[in-house]
């Protein structure tokens, strides 16, 4: 009896462990499904653009030459002539160009802070490097190790998270240089606002379009409003403020 107990113990743990062994296989096939299908995309959107399809602001190198600011001084007329500002104040342009750069780098936080939850800090990262940072933390920096099922975790959130913010026009090849370019050009706000008439002006999309038609060049203004559809996008999708 004692023996039929040890051998059905020992087929147990085989087929345990043989479980264990496909779950591994599982998750690492699924990992590389994603990145393959991130490949493909990436392949289709240059096929099409070599084609002559007309694929909205494809490619960052395109991007940053479209946004980048000239600071020669016929440039710089042209860029004054660009406003479609109605707001004549200089200081309220600039706090609305702050507020700009604050709706980037929240939406930034808030795409950092769905893929990888369990993280506290983000020093370091950026929406551009979310595939090198997956890969980071899912590899054990002393054995090399890959955690097969986490690092597909992440990139199930990433995958998912990128197709919802495509809906509203984002693009993860040009938009995350798009908002580290806010941030570093206009700034962030100083101060958080309390609430207030301030507060809630800026919890409405429809007031922060407002600000954007008043303080952004024209040739960026589409992009910012993506930026702004896709911070309302997820703040109604977590229950929380437009500003955290």
Known sequence: MDQEQHSELEQLRA?????????AELCKML???YENLELRTALKEQEGKASGIRVSRRGRSLERAKIKRDTSPSGAQDKKDNFQATCRDPKMVQHYQRVMGEIAFQLDRRILATIFQESERFYGFLVSNVKEKILQLTTCPLTQKVDEEERTKLFERKHKLFNTLQRFGYNKHIHPAFTE?????????KDRPRPGPEFDSYQRPEDLRTMATESMPCNILDNVNIIIDCLKCLAEEDGKPLFL
């Open 15 to 23: 087929e345990n462990a043989q479980l264990l062994a496909d779950k």
């Open 181 to 189: 370019y806010l941030v570093n050009t206009y700034g962030v706000l």
């Open 31 to 33: 990992g590389l499904m």
